[in-house]
């Protein structure tokens, strides 16, 4: 019996939330499992953690608390019936967390862990889950979390709006109201200038000279026969 299957049964036998450590000690008490390693209750947490992820709403678990899992057909109880160690410099009012939409996920994870710098999409997201601030269905919440990011910063532009986010290199996003001080502004100033003089000396070319800087640009790349237009 695997684990997802063994801690079902043990689930559905208590009838309420559990903690992984729990979970761990009923299956491998009832026989349902032995364990190959020396922490069975984080092999049990990162598998009902996975099947959460991957599986989201469809998933027959759903995480109630840090490292507590109950079944999601099974009406759930107060989290505080469940045991669970005393966690360490955890603060008790997130043993019941809200799930929020992926732009609020990404502004919270930005919030708390980004310290004034960027980080990227995936690890946005990665947080953002693991907080259980997020909940979705999706197989790619990562390639969602970077589209609605794009897409809110695109809004911005267009509605002349400063908007919460700012993209501070391909795939790392930091927010607006951090900008003006720090590393992620001078970063995405530079780039923002470099573009725009790039651009602005692109246009000033001339056509036999923009087809001489393509030649250059294909030579450096590595391509040995270029033949120009006729």
């Known amino acids: 019996?695997?684990?997802?299957?063994?801690?079902?049964?043990?689930?559905?036998?208590?009838?309420?939330?559990?903690?992984?450590?729990?979970?761990?000690?009923?299956?491998?008490?009832?026989?349902?499992?032995?364990?190959?390693?020396?922490?069975?209750?984080?092999?049990?947490?990162?598998?009902?953690?996975?099947?959460?992820?991957?599986?989201?709403?469809?998933?027959?678990?759903?995480?109630?608390a840090p490292q507590t899992f109950a079944l999601r057909d099974v009406q759930l109880v107060a989290v505080c019936d469940a045991k669970e160690p005393e966690p360490k410099n955890e603060n008790p009012s997130d043993s019941l967390k809200e799930t929020y939409s992926f732009l609020e996920a990404a502004e919270k994870v930005l919030d708390q862990f980004g310290n004034r710098n960027s980080i990227h999409y995936r690890e946005i997201t990665d947080k953002a889950m693991d907080q259980g601030w997020l909940n979705t269905s999706g197989k790619t919440p990562e390639a969602t979390?970077?589209?609605?990011?794009?897409?809110?910063?695109?809004?911005?532009?267009?509605?002349?709006?400063?908007?919460?986010?700012?993209?501070?290199?391909?795939?790392?996003?930091?927010?607006?109201?951090?900008?003006?001080?720090?590393?992620?502004?001078?970063?995405?100033k530079h780039n923002r200038e470099i573009r725009k003089k790039l651009l602005s000396q692109l246009m000033d070319l001339n056509p036999a000279q923009f087809e001489e800087l393509v030649g250059q640009l294909l030579a450096e790349m590595g391509f040995e026969s270029i033949d120009r237009c006729q």
Do not use: C
């Open 1 to 64: 019996m695997n684990v997802q299957d063994a801690a079902i049964q043990i689930l559905k036998d208590a009838g309420k939330p559990l903690h992984a450590k729990e979970i761990s000690e009923r299956i491998i008490e009832a026989g349902l499992w032995i364990a190959k390693d020396k922490t069975p209750e984080a092999t049990v947490s990162a598998r009902l953690y996975s099947d959460i992820k991957k599986h989201g709403d469809q998933s027959t678990f759903v995480k109630v």
């Open 145 to 188: 979390m970077n589209a609605q990011l794009v897409t809110e910063l695109k809004r911005a532009k267009a509605s002349g709006e400063p908007g919460r986010f700012v993209r501070t290199s391909p795939g790392y996003y930091s927010l607006v109201k951090w900008m003006g001080t720090g590393l992620p502004y001078q970063i995405s």
